[in-house]
């Protein structure tokens, strides 16, 4: 038989954001003592009244808990209660001093004032019209989210998703989802196919709807381009969605036909075998990518062709010239890329660390700049224009800060009918250049520029579908020169020395000059618990203590995957406590941010003009306005609450995610435990993100598999082919029958 229990929520223990389970202290009538309830609560707040039905239980380590099993949540009646309720972050514009002041004027009367006559607290000191309409909109919120959080709930929904729900559709929320479930996992971030399925599954749809194989066929689609495909083989594509959807392949067809007829996939059809994949058939595309790669291949084509607007340069004089100006005598492969600059519309340049690209690059500014060309610079990370800047003593643009992304206007605003003003553009760090962006910033290059790509094709391809630099240099269309020498001050460093090895297929030295600091280490633990806590060590300890860096500034662990003793996940856990163990925090979506936390944002946050990558330090943290201070190199970016999705903490990041930095330390365990990630260009990108010292925590035998592996995971593009297309054809289908008629 239920127990039934009242009492106010003093203080929550534990909350988990992804199922609400809480453990909560609560103050019971008629009990001295504060009862420990656990149950499935949603959003949770100090100072609630919860009126509980449940079993008392005796944990073996905790002692009595109340296990609530069904519970109706009310206003808090009394004057202590109400302050408690309001001031633990309930609405945005009362913390803990405002529901203090207001309490202490209202009383007992409190919420009713705020629900009836809300413009009375403009007498409570600190309060004015502004305020007033922030709390007015709040309370009305919670209001909503809480109907909607019960409802989402009620069908396996976090409620840490609850507010952006809510903030996507509105009052509408309940309604759409019911329409269609489905949509949850295209319009809000976090939430995938799986989740939505579950919430479809509660609320009825059967297995087989077409609505489900559409949301299904979609859903693969979108994972299969987060692992970087443009697009994927037809049959295989329904061999990925049979096995997840369990539908028969005619549902699949006929879903597959109303999302050609909608216009959001593409099928087309390669006519002989695709020389960069093996693949031939018919090859699946989302719309946005069939639409960006035809795009890339159709303007770099006319800007390769196209006439220049720089007078036609005398590229063995201005070699000589610069060569001159900067005392400096470059070598054949060098040479050859400066000349090449002059005289051609397009090129890229391509090396190692240590072969002299920002020495090419500087030349080739001092040549252009004496001719009064207007000249652009870019990269796709605020770090790496920022390092191209203070190489260059150029100013250096984000590629979006450069397009000019207007949130408001949901674009760049730099396009083909808004060039850019410039006769060079020259973007550095190219690999990290996605399908996407290449789109938009080719797009945005008037027809006369010079366009010049530098980058490092023997790194990780970009985060985002594509692999734009080696397409570019496989087709063939456009100049290339790759620089492969290492010179004299580069080879005094280790790190580049061992960089090329690595990429040269041979396992690295860690053998220091005799009486001398070496900048690259090797430190053996075979045990995977034992390496994540030297790792940690090395970060809080030995590594400031012998070379005086600053753990936070200065060091960065990075590390294959996520997953994992060693992964970026427990690693930050594990660092976080090491560094940063106390102070004022917020816990969101399972994690607890700390004033002076180091964090990334991983989604392009267009309003806040942060991006996929950025790293920043948490500067302040305000329970009032419920968000977050990040300083971003020293640009300020207020966070929101309900947007912590968006971020995690960055003491320890993926290789991936580092793609663009350059990091003074660079610590990474290499342990078999992710043997299925340790490929030669993952540990190449991640030893070249060190300028000065780079230690790997591990096994030999796991760095010597990372070595040896250099079958890197194929991405399925046709950029390479549409760009060297020559009596080739590309047949798309404009409807699924043309497609099933072909054969």
């Known amino acids: ?26 103050k019971v009538v008629g009990r001295p003592d504060l009862v420990c309830v656990v149950g499935n609560l949603i959003a949770p707040m100090p100072g609630e009244i919860l009126s509980m039905q449940g079993e008392w239980t005796n944990h073996p380590k905790f002692g009595e808990q109340f296990k609530i099993v069904f519970y109706k949540s009310m206003v808090p009646a009394t004057v202590a209660g109400i302050q408690k309720y309001l001031g633990s972050g309930l609405i945005k514009g009362i913390g803990p001093v405002m529901a203090k002041r207001i309490v202490k004027k209202f009383g007992k009367d409190t919420l009713d004032t705020i629900e009836t006559d809300v413009e009375k607290l403009t007498s409570v000191e600190g309060i004015g019209e502004k305020r007033i309409a922030m709390i007015r909109k709040a309370w009305a919120e919670q209001k909503e989210i809480r109907e909607v959080m019960i409802f989402l709930q009620s069908h396996g929904v976090s409620s840490g998703y609850a507010t952006k729900i809510f903030k996507q559709y509105g009052n509408d929320a309940i309604a759409v989802v019911k329409e269609n479930p489905y949509r949850l996992a295209t319009d809000i971030f976090g939430i995938g196919f799986v989740t939505a399925d579950k919430i479809a599954e509660k609320l009825g749809f059967p297995k087989d709807s077409e609505l489900r194989a559409e949301a299904g066929i979609l859903y693969v689609l979108h994972e299969l381009s987060d692992d970087g495909h443009v697009y994927y083989p037809f049959e295989p594509l329904l061999d990925k969605c049979g096995e997840i959807l369990k539908i028969e392949r005619e549902i699949m067809e006929k879903a597959l036909r109303t999302i050609v007829s909608k216009e959001m996939i593409v099928i087309e059809e390669l006519n002989e075998r695709s020389e960069s994949t093996g693949e031939s058939g018919k090859a699946v595309y ?12 159709r303007r770099l084509g006319i800007l390769v062709n196209g006439l220049k607007s720089i007078r036609q340069i005398d590229a063995e004089k201005a070699l000589g010239w610069v060569q001159e100006r900067l005392s400096i005598t470059l070598a054949g492969r060098q040479a050859e890329a400066v000349k090449r600059a002059c005289e051609s519309k397009v090129m890229v340049l391509t090396g190692q660390p240590g072969t002299g690209k920002t020495t090419i690059i500087n030349a080739i500014l001092k040549i252009f700049s004496a001719l009064g060309v207007n000249i652009l610079l870019a990269a796709p990370t605020g770090r790496a224009a920022k390092r191209m800047s203070e190489t260059t003593g150029f100013e250096a643009k984000t590629i979006h800060r450069l397009l000019e992304f207007s949130p408001k206007k949901a674009g760049f605003q730099k396009n083909q009918d808004h060039p850019l003003d410039c006769q060079l553009l020259i973007v550095d760090e190219f690999s990290m250049v996605d399908c996407i962006l290449m789109h938009h910033l080719l797009k945005a290059i008037p027809p006369h520029a010079t366009f010049i790509m530098v980058g490092d094709v023997n790194q990780l391809p970009s985060v985002g579908a594509g692999n734009v630099l080696n397409d570019v240099i496989s087709s063939g269309v456009v100049p290339t020169v790759e620089l492969n020498e290492i010179f004299r001050q580069a080879r ?26 070496d900048d690259f280490f090797f430190v053996y633990k075979e045990d995977p618990e034992e390496a994540a806590k030297t790792v940690v060590d090395l970060v809080k300890r030995r590594i400031p203590k012998r070379y005086g860096f600053n753990p936070f500034d200065d060091i960065q662990v990075l590390t294959p995957m996520h997953r994992g003793s060693v992964g970026a996940g427990n690693l930050n856990i594990l660092l976080q406590e090491a560094l940063n163990p106390s102070g004022e925090c917020v816990t969101r979506f399972g994690r607890t941010f700390r004033v002076r936390d180091k964090v990334m944002q991983i989604r392009n946050n267009y309003d806040k003009e942060i991006f996929n ?61 992710h043997y299925m990630l340790l490929q030669r260009n993952l540990i190449y990108t991640g030893i ?56």
Do not use: W
């Open 286 to 297: 989302l719309a946005k990518f069939h639409v960006s790669e035809t795009s890339i291949a």
């Open 1 to 26: 038989m239920l127990s039934e229990l009242q009492g106010q929520i003093e203080r929550i223990t534990y909350t988990n954001e992804e199922n609400g389970f809480t453990i909560a202290r609560v």
């Open 613 to 673: 990558g950025d790293i920043g330090r948490i500067i302040r943290i305000d329970e009032e306005e419920q968000e977050l201070t990040v300083s971003f190199d020293g640009r300020r970016v207020d966070c929101e609450f309900a947007n912590l999705d968006e971020m995690v903490p960055a003491y320890a990041v993926s290789i991936h995610k580092a793609q663009g930095s350059q990091f003074p330390v660079v610590v990474i365990p290499v342990h078999t435990q």
């Open 492 to 517: 005094q460093s280790s790190i580049i020395v061992n960089a090329h090895r690595i990429n040269g297929g041979i396992v690295p030295t860690f053998k220091p000059s005799e009486g001398e600091l």
């Open 688 to 743: 070249t993100r060190g300028s000065k010292l780079v230690v790997l925590v591990g096994t030999t035998k796991a760095l010597a598999i990372a070595v040896a592996n250099n079958k890197t995971q194929k991405r399925f593009t046709r950029l390479a082919e549409r760009l060297g297309v020559k009596g080739r054809t590309f047949e798309r289908f404009n409807s699924f029958d043309d497609l099933t008629s072909s054969g």
